[in-house]
């Protein structure tokens, strides 16, 4: 299984509403990541855990919150959003964080109303 | 910020001939170059990387050519085909960094 699951694939939510994307991966890989990536712009890195520890957070606003509940699941809770956080969140994991071979999800699309 | 970056924003290639993608970085620093191919509506695939201290790399149909002098990345696709047509973004990970850090893509048409 060469597979990183996230779901949901698309939510829409409102400036007030409280939601989580999920990302799962079966092959036990050690590090996973957060990706945000606008319409014809690369993925940009948000989040990185190693471990199931957090280790680089790239200045990402308290509305996100990662949470790596074990070796195979990562969560993105989302609160008090902007519009202009719409956009694809990506997941990916990868064996350690010294790779450089991500294998990404298909990412949710996200949009903010 | 971004370290790496595309000259051209998209490429038309003709079936069958060999597509040649740029990429210009900025961080001498960067441990491994690395190439992700983003087809429409699916995460990033990786392609292909090469590390710093090499100049050229091959995989099957592709080769990565790294000129430091320049600091120069391109990724060469032999015999492209409809299969190929994706955003490709260039890629950087520094050393010890736990970080991938991609630069902009450049959309690859294939003409029939």
């Known amino acids: 299984d060469t597979e990183v699951t996230q779901t949901p694939k698309h939510l829409v939510m409102g400036m007030t509403n409280k939601k989580s994307l999920k990302c799962e991966q079966h092959?036990?890989?050690?590090?996973m990541y957060w990706y945000k990536q606008k319409a014809k712009k690369p993925p940009e890195l948000m989040f990185v855990?190693?471990?199931?520890?957090?280790?680089i957070n790239e200045s990402v606003p308290s509305r996100f919150s990662p949470e790596c509940p074990n070796s195979s699941l990562l969560n993105l809770h989302l609160h008090a959003l902007q519009p202009e956080d719409s956009a694809l969140y990506l997941c990916a994991s990868s064996p350690s964080t010294g790779s450089t071979e991500a294998f990404f999800g298909q990412g949710t699309r996200l949009t903010v109303v | 910020g971004e370290s790496v970056g595309l000259h051209l924003p998209t490429l038309s290639v003709q079936e069958g001939d060999n597509s040649i993608i740029n990429c210009a970085y900025s961080?001498?620093?960067?441990?491994?170059f690395i190439w992700y191919k983003q087809e429409s509506g699916k995460g990033p695939q990786f392609i292909i990387d090469i590390r710093s201290n090499m100049d050229k790399r091959q995989g099957q149909r592709v080769t990565v050519l790294l000129n430091k002098t320049v600091k120069h990345l391109s990724l060469q696709i032999a015999a492209t085909q409809p299969g190929d047509s994706a955003v490709y973004f260039c890629a950087e990970k520094g050393r010890g960094d736990d970080k991938i850090i991609f630069g902009k893509g450049t959309r690859l048409h294939i003409l029939p």
């Open positions: 092959m036990g890989h050690r590090a």
């Open positions: 855990y190693s471990y199931e520890k957090l280790s």
């Open positions: 961080n001498s620093a960067s441990d491994y």
